[in-house]
């Protein structure tokens, strides 16, 4: 189209898009001002933001224009009005790609004089980079490592290996070498069984390999996107509804927490500890939880001191140390020393996991009422009951003001808005202006769920002892039924349903989703790594062992070399995620000289 030649360029050096950026420039030929307004397809019921203006055009075939930079995180849909009298001239949807350069063009459909009418067109100037590409890198690069790690343990292990290895160093070098855990067959087989440990209720108890994968698993994630996931955005909390890879973690440890709490508290009550005394260590390990968490999610202590106004209370430790207490106490007052020899041969048998435990199953329906009645009933001032948004410019910016609806109400009145989270996620997308905390009073209620849930896996673990199929099975049915209800509760849908799956609110539905995926990777790691020994739980077994000292250590040195080191191109994902990746696995890496020390850090 000969007309784009002839076109008006901007005055000055046009800013560079930056990370999840692109530029655009609007090239008006229309005989308007335009004010060109943008809307993330991403942002629920949102109204349209003003990016900018656009000078109107200089007659046929002359264009006026402006650049902008734009995001590209979402699909983006691109508003053209004029202003007098205020009217749409065109609506575009595009996605965007990161650093790339688009050109706009506003053009007259109808020269005739007086014409108003206008076709707009989306071009690609500049191709965008592919910022994926540094994931699958670093896929590769660490299937690689595995692979070549699996080769170098059974090489070790061939006899000629061995008998080179003796001539080449002194006698007792190589038995260190081929005794070590990846060297000779007896060690091999007892690392992929269960490991005998130090417990705190029972020193001889064993514990379950899988139980330890999966926390060290769901750690290494927790750890991965706190350091920045490499700047990736859905890798990061999402920023209201929906689901990414950083919204799984925190209710696995939740989950997991409860697991471990039913295998503990069996052997103690099988061995006839009093519960008192063990109530006492219980009400100890969550105070300290809760004060570790306090000082570990407020930095500033390393700066001077800390201010008393200001102090953030709720936190993942806090919650974490909360969850654990009303869950034990519970599991102290109806649990049972021996379930696997109850009710045997009663037609009921096939639920006894379920009804040998129906005061649990009533306290926690009593807590979820709860829940549900703060949530859709208790009244918050100019926000309609039960709105569970952001705020902010969603629902058409009719509830600005309403953040996180009772939740968000409940903390800010019981804690006071400046002791909960400032910067919450729905801030960029949303333009929320509260204070809102995800690991508030509320979302308490269902993290207590969360790791109820868990106790029931490790019931199924104490009851169908040794009956492996069972277990799966049981495991299986779980996640079926659980998916099934947060199917019923989001009608599979991110935003249209009765309840959203929302890590914010800590919905039910977060919970049974999360609950439903716990059970099925449970269930596989079980499968793999218990029953079968096709795989010893390397090498997120050994960070599961020591979880508590690699959460603290990895909040407390986060910006300490060499876990961040200043980089050539803060704009690259790429570098952003190699950094999080090497800081991730030294982590695991630490984990791993301790396990083999046998320093494990408890509370």
């Known amino acids: 189209m000969p007309l784009y030649f002839s076109i008006e360029l901007p005055e000055g050096k046009p800013r560079r898009p930056g990370m999840d950026q692109a530029s655009l420039t609007v090239h008006n030929e229309f005989n308007k001002r335009l004010v060109v307004s943008w809307l993330s397809e991403h942002c629920y019921q949102c109204l349209f933001q003003e990016l900018g203006n656009v000078h109107q055009g200089k007659g046929e075939g002359h264009f006026a224009n402006s650049t902008f930079i734009v995001d590209s995180k979402y699909p983006l849909t691109l508003q053209l009005n004029i202003t007098d009298p205020v009217q749409e001239v065109c609506r575009v949807s595009e996605s965007f790609g990161e650093f790339g350069h688009y050109s706009l063009w506003v053009v007259r459909a109808?020269?005739?004089?007086?014409?108003?009418?206008?076709?707009?067109?989306?071009?690609?100037?500049?191709?965008?980079?592919?910022?994926?590409?540094?994931?699958?890198?670093?896929?590769?690069?660490?299937?690689?490592?595995?692979?070549?790690?699996?080769?170098?343990?059974?090489?070790?292990?061939?006899?000629?290996?061995?008998?080179?290895?003796?001539?080449?160093?002194?006698?007792?070098?190589?038995?260190?070498?081929?005794?070590?855990?990846?060297?000779?067959?007896?060690?091999?087989?007892?690392?992929?069984?269960?490991?005998?440990?130090?417990?705190?209720?029972?020193?001889?108890?064993?514990?379950?390999?899988?139980?330890?994968?999966?926390?060290?698993?769901?750690l290494v994630i927790m750890v991965f996107v706190n350091y920045g996931a490499g700047k990736y955005w859905f890798l990061e909390h999402e920023r209201w509804n929906g689901l990414t890879l950083a919204d799984l973690v925190f209710p696995w440890f939740v989950f997991i927490m409860g697991t471990s709490i039913a295998l503990a508290l069996s052997s103690a009550l099988r061995n006839n500890y009093s519960r008192w005394k063990l109530l006492g260590k219980v009400t100890w390990r969550t105070v300290v939880l809760v004060l570790l968490g306090i000082i570990i999610i407020n930095p500033n202590y390393c700066k001077g001191p800390l201010s008393w106004g200001t102090l953030r209370i709720p936190g993942v430790l806090q919650r974490l140390g909360l969850s654990y207490f009303v869950v034990i106490v519970m599991e102290l007052q109806f649990g049972k020393g021996s379930p696997e020899m109850i009710a045997l041969g009663k037609w009921w048998s096939p639920f006894r996991d379920i009804l040998i435990y129906w005061p649990q199953w009533i306290l926690i329906v009593l807590l979820e009422t709860v829940w549900l009645c703060l949530t859709f009933l208790f009244p918050v001032p100019d926000c309609p009951r039960g709105y569970l948004g952001p705020g902010g410019i969603g629902h058409f910016g009719q509830f600005a003001n309403c953040t996180g609806g009772a939740?968000?109400?409940?903390?800010?009145?019981?804690?006071?808005?400046?002791?909960?989270?400032?910067?919450?996620?729905?801030?960029?997308?949303?333009?929320?202006?509260?204070?809102?905390?995800?690991?508030?009073?509320?979302?308490?209620?269902?993290?207590?769920?969360?790791?109820?849930?868990?106790?029931?896996?490790?019931?199924?673990?104490?009851?169908?002892?040794?009956?492996?199929?069972?277990?799966?099975?049981?495991?299986?049915i779980w996640s079926l039924v659980l998916g099934t209800i947060s199917a019923i509760l989001t009608k599979c849908s991110r935003d249209e349903g009765f309840i959203p799956v929302n890590k914010n609110l800590w919905s039910i539905s977060y919970i049974t989703t999360l609950s439903c995926f716990a059970y099925f990777i449970l269930m596989i790691v079980y499968f793999l790594v218990d029953v079968r020994k096709w795989w010893s739980g390397a090498p997120f077994y050994y960070p599961g062992m020591n979880s508590i000292l690699v959460y603290v250590g990895h909040e407390v040195f986060a910006h300490y070399f060499p876990f961040k080191f200043e980089m050539h191109n803060p704009q690259s994902h790429g570098e952003h995620l190699a950094q999080n990746l090497f800081a991730t696995s030294i982590w695991v890496l630490i984990a791993y000289i301790l396990y083999r020390k046998k320093i494990f850090w408890k509370i």
């Open 110 to 218: 109808n020269l005739s004089v007086g014409s108003e009418q206008v076709n707009c067109t989306i071009i690609t100037d500049q191709e965008p980079i592919n910022s994926s590409l540094p994931i699958l890198y670093a896929f590769l690069f660490y299937i690689g490592l595995a692979i070549l790690i699996y080769l170098g343990r059974h090489l070790l292990r061939l006899q000629f290996v061995q008998n080179l290895l003796n001539r080449l160093i002194t006698r007792r070098e190589p038995e260190r070498l081929i005794n070590s855990e990846v060297g000779t067959p007896n060690r091999a087989a007892d690392s992929t069984s269960h490991v005998k440990l130090l417990s705190q209720q029972n020193p001889g108890s064993r514990r379950l390999r899988s139980l330890d994968t999966f926390r060290g698993l769901a």
């Open 407 to 476: 939740a968000g109400y409940i903390d800010r009145i019981i804690l006071g808005e400046s002791h909960i989270y400032q910067h919450p996620s729905c801030t960029t997308l949303y333009h929320t202006t509260l204070p809102y905390d995800p690991e508030g009073l509320l979302g308490l209620i269902n993290s207590i769920v969360m790791a109820f849930l868990g106790l029931q896996a490790g019931k199924i673990f104490l009851i169908y002892k040794g009956q492996n199929k069972q277990i799966t099975l049981r495991f299986f």
